[in-house]
């Protein structure tokens, strides 16, 4: 117990909540200075308590609150979800933004560059020997790795 506090605090405190003060009580609050400020601070949270939509005491249940937060991390989970599209996006909207930026450069190298017809064969050459294979197969394997990716997510 404080020093500051008095033996009748607890007597108080029960008087402002039952509003049913026992003779001589309320005297003693206004001579005792530790009672005074009980009864001022118990009237007050009682006021409080009493502005409160729900009644004091009442606690929502459990089970409700764990299922609010279920729902709230599976509402979290698509967006988490679609974070590696968003990024491919990003990374493809950039490589592109560089080969456009690139289009003025290489047109002015292909306008300068006269191939006669010898270099133009053994070009076609290397282009029917190299299989297509070289750059669609990695290309279906991030295809399929996406589909699969977000096809598990849904």
């Known amino acids: 117990m404080n020093l500051d506090s008095c033996s009748k605090s607890e007597a108080v405190v029960q008087a402002i909540r039952s509003n049913q003060w026992p003779e001589g009580l309320q005297a003693h609050v206004e001579a005792c200075e530790p009672c005074r400020e009980t009864s001022r601070v118990a009237s007050w949270m009682t006021e409080m308590a009493a502005s409160l939509e729900s009644p004091p005491g009442e606690m929502p ?45 290489v047109w002015n190298r292909i306008q300068a560059w006269r191939p006669d017809a010898s270099v133009l ?3 076609q050459e290397l282009l029917a020997a190299a299989p297509a294979a070289s750059w669609w197969i990695p290309l279906a394997a991030v295809l399929l790795f996406l589909l699969v990716f977000t096809a598990s997510e849904a």
Do not use: H, T, Y
Request: hydrophobic letters at 55%; a positive charge; zero cysteines.
């Open 121 to 123: 064969a053994q070009l």
């Open 61 to 105: 249940d459990p089970e409700l609150i764990w299922l609010k937060a279920k729902i709230n991390r599976r509402s979290q989970l698509p967006a988490r979800a679609l974070l590696p599209l968003r990024a491919g996006g990003l990374f493809g909207a950039a490589g592109v933004s560089v080969l456009l930026a690139a289009i003025p450069d």
